[in-house]
Structures are given as C-alpha cells and as structure tokens.
C-alpha cells in the first residue's frame, strides 16, 4: 500500500540542506534523524549521501508508514533501516548498539518549534548522552535571535503554530543554545537558511 505523505515544505528546502549537510556529513557511519514526518528528506538524503546509512524516526504512526512507503518507492529497502519509533521525551531512546556505535550525528528538521519545549530539553539531553566528542546534532528551522522574531512571516507562522497547540512556538536561539551548552555542546555555526530559516550546528565538546 502506498502510505507516502508530501510536505510542501521539503520540496522547497531539500536542496539547501543538503548542500549544507554535505560539508559537515563525513563519508562513513549513520545519521540518526529526529521527527523525520513524510520521510521526503530521508530518502533524498540516503541518495545524495549513499555511503552512510540515513535512520529516520518519528513518534507517529501515520508518518513511519509514510517514510517506509517513500524507503519502497524509492527502492531503498536494501539501503535504509524501517524508521524508529522515537519520541524524544520517552527516554532513554531505544537506540541499537550497532546505530549507536556508527553514530557521527543527529539531525533533526522543523521540529522543536512543533513540540513542546520539554522536547527540545530531551533532544539535548538524550544527544549529549549518545553522541561522542567532535560529533553534531544539527537542528534547521526558524528560530528567534535575542527573543525577538528574524521576520514578519516567522512572527505570523508562530502566532499560527500556537493556535494549534499553545505549547508550541519557535524558539529563542539563545535558551535552545543553553540547552545545548549544559549537555556538552557547543554552538559551532549558525548558517542564515532561505525563508528566514536557520541551520545550526552544534559540536560536542568532550
Ligand atoms: C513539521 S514536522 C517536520 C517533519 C520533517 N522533519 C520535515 O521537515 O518535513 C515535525 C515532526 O516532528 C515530529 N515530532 C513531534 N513531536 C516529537 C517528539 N516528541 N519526538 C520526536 N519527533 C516529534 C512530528 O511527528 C513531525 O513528524
């Protein structure tokens, strides 16, 4: 059965992130990424970097059958592992020791704005457990600078992400960059995305 779902939103940022994946990814190991929804940026990635292995993982149901879909559409089945069952909040992650010892980092896109802020704790906290020195999590979406919206459009996306849960919200670069800081890592760049989004990289420290 074809089960694939298609965010509008991948379409359009799939390329530019990748370019910028492409100069911090190394050629060997796995990426874990965190909230992978449709799966589109999955298996574009496993493509574009065919020699690491890409896991995807989303606590949804709805979205891990998409994301095997898109592993089947793609004929990926050899390649790509069946996505996790990972929500942050739920530690510690169920993680192999085969995944965990080929780790070189975690990815996670357009999520911590649509979940609430104990998940972007989690994501840190669980990260800073699993990743090793020199290691990344790399988050990309659209983040406040100094508590204060980059633009217009991300002050009227965060009013209507809110709507919908008031838990949600785009986040204050500078408490997420704490989060970070209190579990090991550093903020190594902060790279201006299309759309007023942002790609941060945050390296573990030790
Ligand atoms: C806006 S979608 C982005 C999906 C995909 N990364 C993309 O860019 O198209 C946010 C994703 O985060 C996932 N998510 C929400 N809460 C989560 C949690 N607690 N742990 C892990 N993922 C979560 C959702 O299920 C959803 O797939």
């Not at 990748?18 to 796995?30: N, Y």
């Not at 530690?91 to 995944?99: A, D, E, F, G």
């Not at 849960?165 to 986040?171: A, K, M, P, Q, T």
Request: glycine share 6%; with cysteine.
């Amino acid at each position: 059965m074809d089960n694939r779902l298609f965010f509008s939103a991948t379409k359009r940022n799939r390329a530019c992130i990748g370019d910028k994946l492409s100069t911090i990814i190394k050629k060997k190991g796995s990426i874990l990424e965190i909230g992978s929804g449709s799966g589109e940026h999955g298996v574009v990635f496993q493509k574009r970097f065919p020699e690491i292995i890409w896991h995807t993982s989303d606590p949804e149901l709805l979205h891990r059958k998409s994301i095997i879909s898109w592993i089947e559409h793609e004929k990926l089945d050899q390649k790509m592992p069946q996505p996790l069952e990972l929500d942050v909040e739920k530690i510690p992650w169920k993680i192999s020791l085969n995944l965990e010892n080929s780790l070189q980092g975690i990815v996670s896109i357009n999520m911590i704005h649509v979940a609430q802020w104990n998940c972007t704790v989690a994501l840190f906290r669980e990260s800073g457990k699993l990743l090793k020195k020199g290691q990344f999590l790399i988050l990309y979406g659209p983040f406040k600078i100094g508590n204060k919206h980059t633009s217009q459009s991300n002050y009227f996306f965060d009013n209507s992400i809110k709507i919908q849960n008031d838990l949600w919200g785009i986040r204050n670069l500078d408490e997420v960059s704490y989060e970070g800081k209190k579990n090991g890592f550093f903020q190594e760049n902060m790279i201006s995305m299309p759309a007023n989004n942002l790609l941060i990289i945050y390296r573990k420290v030790s």
